[in-house]
């Protein structure tokens, strides 16, 4: 019986044991086959990839478990099969399409492939993941239509936005959604009503597309939403009722669209909670509604660019009012009592921003004006009908960063203390009737950057303490009764970009010391009573695009050193007592738009090339003296006189003396010319630098054919130092562009060796891609230097921005879009890391601009231009060019150059990330930072730092005013309820641009900003 139980016992514990292995076995297959699935799916997104610039897919092999692959992210319980829950891979640069095979990762909670340049359309499977909660595929080239996402019932945020999405407004929407960001794409047709049965909904951003209609009534319904950005759509009808039955509302953003009518009394009085109300750019009539007044929470207020009548409310009950925008309507203030409102905006406290410009102000502006928070940092009251004296308010108002009384009808002088305002920035008081002289005091203001008193009716003369701003850029005061000599000291000011004393009674010559203004590229004296010889040293002025001295009364030759100026566009002399012929060398200057010589004493043969060929572009007439020139001209014939005796004289006397001379002092030149050549012919032995083999050796006569014979019609932009020629070699008519270099100027031998050794020790993807060099003699036996580089089809960036400009203020279809800036900005932001941080020794670029930008067939960006480029090795820097100094003097290009550049500071990478910074404000602003268009003249890196960020909307390019809608929220959003991208870009390019460069972020950190930016985007 025993033996019987062992043995029983025995066959028991094997069964168990059979079966406990073959359970094993089942769920070990069970979780293989669980893993097997997501690891082909991850293959399966690899092998739709086409390009993998930073390597991502290194780790992704069969060496590694797929759950340390490069941004993946599996759950971490023992207990059960490691599964993919979160696949990250934004700001990886990737190209290719998103692979249908990701929807079988039944696991996957969060898909973030945010800024890449995916293309193709979004796969329908990606809606059928029920266990996915968030997905980011924004800021990519994404197409067709957005697929129903209806099934993926666990989906708390949606965002696809900054694509090329068109098709109707998403109606299959998850049922528990949260977020849903479809901005910046294409979207057609109206919002549909099935939106508002999500009822969890908190966010809508559906700003910059093409959405009709108005918002539907169910609205009403969606009692969880609190920001609603529908602005830059085609929006129509009256303010949308369903509005006011939303409660929980903090932020609307409705501006620029087609919203008509009065606005609801009971507007805010029924959003209790609204923080941010934008209305600008509509066409709503009739008062502001008084209830105003009652929305304690407002901190933003924008009702600009509308038709809004009557008087303003008194808002002063609004204590967390930050920005108050009314610009541009028909508001009106005539007696005291109108005033009201200004009178309880001082118990605004934190009001930063306060603009009434464009409106129907007249009067005197009340004293309690200086009762204003003193916070304050923008007053704008500009285009009005104010009169009085100068306000006296404004002395209390101590942080004012910009004040614009512009075009109104002020008297009085212009008060003394104003130099007390130390932290001014922008000063506007052009076209009133201001009189006495300019005060003194204005150069204690060291910030100064903008400084526009035209159109008044000032005396006395220009204080010499104005060479004394270190900031200063712009000085516009035509117009005005002012006396006395042009101070030298204002050409000492080393950022000064224009100067317009126009319009005046100043007199005397004009000092030698104008050359010290390096960075001038206006200078307009017109209309004065400025004699004597217009000085050599003007040419010294390298940077000068527009001369104009016209109406004064300047003797002498027209200086031979102007030929040196080859950024000049506009040259206008006219109606002077000029002498002498007219300069050759006037033709040779490529830019040359318009010439202007009219009523001087000129005399002899006109030119025949360059401007001389454009006769609408060129005034020559009132000159007796002048004759021949182009057919066009109308010219009388240069008659040939026969010789009297003493010019026979002279002739023997030449015959005799002058011509033997000549003959040995040419047989000199050309065995001095013979020496030089050989030298030279050593010389370039010893630097021919190769490159790829693609190209491996190309010559003069290969260049000049492919330009045909460098022709202006190939000519597609110049330099200082070069010229750059679009052409087709010859071996496979691929074209190229070639950039020729001018040996003749100087610096320009060192800026082609600098080149060369830059480009032939990196490389990278954002990098201009060099195809060869030609260091060889041209036609005539001189030196000839060029470099060959891929030819980029969509042109500079500095083209693509401002060549199609639509200044009338419609949009223009053709321009860039959101996503196309921001993905050049971070192509930018890689080549810059790379050059600072990936290289044997810190790159420093030395003079990045738009214009060094290049953008390929994809739209991708490469930088170039290395001609000024150091290496930085530890704290010492050294020329690729082999400079030696360590420290420069103003280096760059007015505008990008950082501001320790015009100190003779070093070189550094900090400077580098300033240049940086500017075009990253450049490119949203679409405006130079240079551009005398800015409204009150500031730098665009003060100038958006003023109005940074609650008044961004006024400085914007009108583009991107539904991305502007969404900066203009986000100062709240930011703080307390999360980031959009679009305020984030520009924070990032303010920390770039800092005074300090010890302050400014570096471009790693730069690029890591950016890509969390549009991952919280």
């Not at 319009?503 to 590229?521: D, E, R, S, T, Y």
């Not at 003797?555 to 040259?571: E, H, M, Y």
């Amino acid at each position: 019986m025993k033996v019987t139980t062992k043995i029983q016992i025995q066959q028991l514990l094997l069964l168990v044991l059979v079966s406990c292995t073959a359970h094993a076995i089942l769920c070990s297959s069970s979780s293989l086959y669980g893993n097997e699935t997501d690891r082909l799916s991850l293959l399966g997104f690899k092998d739709a990839i086409s390009l993998d610039p930073q390597q991502v897919f290194m780790s992704w092999n069969e060496s590694t478990h797929f759950c340390n692959w490069e941004g993946v992210m599996c759950r971490v319980k023992k207990s059960l099969p490691r599964r993919v829950t979160s696949l990250n891979l934004t700001s990886r640069g990737l190209v290719g399409q998103i692979s249908s095979s990701l929807g079988n990762l039944s696991f996957l909670q969060s898909l973030a492939l945010t800024e890449n340049t995916f293309t193709g359309e979004i796969p329908p499977s990606l809606g059928h993941m029920r266990r996915l909660r968030s997905l980011h595929l924004n800021n990519n080239t994404l197409q067709g239509n957005i697929p129903s996402f209806a099934n993926s019932t666990q989906l708390k945020v949606l965002d696809v936005s900054r694509n090329n999405l068109v098709g109707q407004f998403p109606a299959h929407l998850p049922p528990h959604l949260k977020v849903l960001r479809v901005w910046a794409n294409n979207l057609t047709g109206t919002i549909p009503s099935s939106l508002c049965n999500i009822t969890t909904l908190i966010m809508i951003s559906c700003v910059h597309n093409h959405i009709k209609g108005n918002i539907p009534a169910e609205f009403a319904d969606m009692s969880s939403l609190r920001y609603l950005y529908l602005g830059g759509n085609q929006l129509a009808g009256r303010f949308p009722q369903a509005i006011l039955n939303l409660s929980n509302l903090i932020d609307i953003g409705l501006s620029f669209n087609g919203l008509s009518g009065e606005l609801p009394p009971n507007l805010c009085t029924s959003l209790p909670n609204i923080e941010v109300l934008e209305l600008d750019v509509n066409l709503f009539t009739g008062h502001i509604p008084s209830s105003f007044t009652n929305a304690s929470s407002l901190r933003t207020i924008g009702l600009s660019d509308n038709n809004f009548t009557g008087l303003v409310p008194p808002i002063g009950k609004l204590n967390k009012l930050s920005l108050l925008n009314l610009q541009k309507n028909q508001l009106q203030a005539r007696s005291r009592e109108d005033w009201e409102f200004l009178d309880s905006l001082g118990n605004c406290t934190e009001l930063r921003m306060l603009s009434m410009s464009w409106n129907l102000l007249s009067g005197h502006v009340p004293s309690s004006l200086g009762n204003l928070s003193n916070q304050l940092e923008g007053l704008h009251l500009a285009h009005n009908q104010l009169s009085g004296d100068f306000p006296s308010g404004i002395s209390n108002l101590r942080n004012l960063f910009a004040v614009t009384l512009s075009w109104n009808q002020f008297t009085g002088v212009v008060p003394d203390w104003i130099g007390t305002l130390k932290t001014l920035q922008q000063i506007g008081l052009n076209t009133n009737f201001f009189t006495g002289v300019i005060p003194s005091s204005f150069s204690n203001i060291s910030q100064l950057g903008a400084l526009y008193l035209f159109s008044n009716q000032l005396i006395g003369h220009i204080p010499p303490t104005f060479g004394n701003f270190p900031m200063l850029q712009y000085m516009d005061m035509y117009n005005n009764n002012l006396q006395g000599s042009v101070p030298v000291e204002i050409f000492r000011i080393p950022t000064i970009f224009l100067i317009d004393l126009s319009f005046n009674n100043l007199n005397g010559q004009l000092p030698i010391g104008i050359g010290h203004a390096k960075q001038l590229v206006h200078l307009v004296l017109s209309s004065n009573k400025l004699s004597g010889d217009i000085p050599n040293t003007l040419g010294d002025c390298e940077s000068l695009e527009d001369i104009e001295l016209d109406l004064n009364i300047f003797s002498g030759s027209i200086p031979a050193t102007l030929g040196s100026i080859a950024s000049l566009k506009v040259l206008n002399f006219s109606t002077n007592n000029l002498t002498g012929s007219i300069p050759g060398y006037l033709g040779d200057l490529h830019l040359l738009e318009k010439l202007d010589l009219s009523f001087n004493h000129l005399h002899g043969v006109v030119p025949t090339k360059g401007i001389f060929e454009n006769s609408t572009g060129l005034w020559i007439d009132g000159n007796r003296g002048l004759c021949g020139g182009a057919l066009e001209l109308q010219m009388p014939a240069c008659s040939v006189m026969q010789p009297t005796n003493s010019t026979r004289n002279k002739q023997s006397l030449v015959l005799k003396v002058v011509i033997p001379i000549a003959i040995m002092m040419s047989l000199a030149m050309v065995i001095f010319s013979l020496l030089l050549w050989r030298r030279k012919q050593k010389r370039k032995s010893t630097f021919v630098p190769s490159f790829a083999t693609k190209f491996p050796k190309v010559s003069f006569k290969d260049l000049d054919r492919a330009t045909q014979g460098f022709s202006t019609s190939n000519l597609v932009g110049r330099g200082s130092y070069s010229s750059m020629y679009q052409g087709k070699l010859s071996e496979d008519q691929n074209e190229v562009a070639i950039k020729v270099f001018n040996l003749k100027t100087r610096g320009a031998e060192k800026s082609f060796i600098t080149e060369c050794n830059v480009l032939r020790n990196v490389r990278h993807r954002n990098l201009v891609p060099i195809l060869t060099v030609c260091s060889s003699i041209d036609s005539d036996g001189n030196d000839f230097k060029a470099l060959v580089y891929e030819f980029m089809p969509g042109g500079d960036l500095n083209k693509l921005l401002y060549s199609t400009r639509d200044y009338s203020g419609s949009l223009d279809l053709n321009l860039l879009t959101m996503a196309q800036r921001m993905s050049i900005m971070v192509d930018v932001a890689h080549a810059m890391e790379y050059l600072h941080h990936n290289n044997q020794g810190r790159m420093v670029h030395c003079d990045l601009k738009p214009s060094n930008i290049l953008l390929d067939g994809n739209m991708a960006a490469h930088v170039g231009d290395f001609g000024l480029a150091r290496f930085k090795v530890g704290s010492t820097s050294l020329s690729l060019g082999n400079q030696n100094s360590s420290s420069v003097g103003l280096v760059g290009t007015i505008g990008y150059a950082a501001p320790e550049y015009a100190g003779g500071g070093c070189v550094s990478t900090a400077a580098d990330v300033y240049s940086f910074g500017v075009i990253l404000l450049e490119i949203f602003i679409r405006r130079r930072p240079t551009d005398d268009i800015f409204k009150d003249g500031l730098s665009i890196v003060k100038f958006t730092d003023t109005y940074f960020p609650d008044r961004v909307l006024d400085i914007v390019d009108p583009q991107l005013l539904q991305e502007l809608e969404i900066s203009q929220k986000t100062p709240i959003v930011l703080k307390e309820k999360g980031a959009c991208s679009l305020v984030s870009m520009i924070s990032i390019g303010l920390g770039c641009t800092k005074s300090s460069p010890g302050e400014r972020i570096t471009m790693h950190e730069v690029a890591a900003k950016l890509h969390d930016a549009y991952l919280r985007g």
